[in-house]
C-alpha cells in the first residue's frame, strides 16, 4: 500500500511562482521514474515533467525554461517549481511514482492531484 500526498497548489497570478510537492509513503521498496502530469476539463492528461533516478530530467515544451523538477530519494519526495506561470498553465497537476515492491513486482502510483489557477 503506497499513499502519493500532493501539496502546493493554489491560485497565482500570472508571472508568479508555485512549487508542487508529493511524498510517497507505504511499502515502496525501489522508487523508479518520478512524474508530473496535468489535466484541465476536456483534455487528455499532459507529460509535465519526469525525473529519472539517475536525475536525469524532461519537460514538456511549454513549460522548459519555467519550471524545474526534482527528487529528494532519501524522502521520497518529488517537487516541481513552476516560475513565470502563465494562465495557460492552469490546470489539475497530478504527480506520478513507479518502481518496485519487496517481492520485485513493479507498480504505478498516482497523487490526488492539486489545482493550479494562474488567473490576474
Known amino acids: 500500500q503506497v499513499h502519493l500526498m500532493e501539496s502546493g497548489g493554489g491560485l497565482v497570478q500570472p508571472g508568479g511562482s508555485l512549487t508542487l510537492s508529493c511524498a510517497a509513503s507505504?511499502?515502496?521498496?525501489?522508487?523508479?521514474?518520478m512524474r508530473w502530469y496535468r489535466q484541465t476539463p476536456g483534455k487528455q492528461r499532459e507529460l509535465v515533467a519526469l525525473?529519472?533516478?539517475?536525475?536525469?530530467?524532461n519537460y514538456a515544451g511549454s513549460v522548459k525554461g519555467r519550471f524545474t523538477i526534482s527528487r529528494d530519494n532519501a524522502q521520497n519526495t518529488v517537487y516541481l517549481q513552476m516560475d513565470s506561470l502563465k494562465p495557460e498553465d492552469t490546470a489539475d497537476y497530478y504527480c506520478?511514482?513507479?518502481?518496485?515492491?519487496?517481492?520485485?513486482?513493479?507498480?504505478?502510483?498516482w497523487g490526488q492531484g492539486t489545482q493550479v489557477t494562474v488567473s490576474s
Open positions: 506520478n511514482i513507479d518502481g518496485w515492491d519487496a517481492r520485485d513486482v513493479f507498480h504505478t502510483y
Open positions: 507505504g511499502s515502496i521498496f525501489r522508487v523508479n521514474t
Open positions: 525525473i529519472t533516478p539517475g536525475k536525469n530530467t
